[in-house]
């Protein structure tokens, strides 16, 4: 089984900035490689959506909406994600999710993998 622990979220002022973490364990076999990996928001009375995507090769994508104010980030040897929040408005307050899209680890691979969410809050 694949454990992630998310951190970073919190309130914040509107035009303020928040890293969010999130990092990943085999609770059992040790994880040997992550494919795909992003981060979710779901608003109240809203559905999830993508906020970022990042390959294995780095390769990033946003939605429009947080274009040029929030960078997507990973690092392999530790097994994480993070997302660089600036310029954070009220409409961006949400909760925040991981997924990783396959973890193959020494005892199975597994598909979908999300994190227990972090709420972050833009309010003055």
């Known amino acids: 089984q694949v454990r992630m622990v998310e951190s970073g979220g919190g309130l914040v002022q509107p035009g303020g900035s928040l890293t969010l973490s999130c990092a990943a364990s085999?609770?059992?076999?040790?994880?040997?490689?992550?494919?795909?990996m992003g981060w979710y928001r779901q608003a109240p009375g809203k559905e999830r959506e993508s906020v970022a995507t990042i390959t294995t090769t780095r390769d990033t994508n946003y939605r429009d909406s947080v274009k040029g104010r929030f960078i997507i980030s990973r690092d392999n040897a530790k097994n994480a994600l993070y997302l660089q929040m600036n310029s954070l408005k009220p409409e961006d307050t949400a909760v925040y999710y991981c997924k990783l899209d396959t973890v193959v680890t020494s005892g199975g691979t597994y598909v979908g993998v999300w994190g227990q969410g972090t709420l972050v809050t833009v309010s003055s």
């Open positions: 085999g609770s059992i076999f040790s994880i040997i490689s992550i494919g795909g």
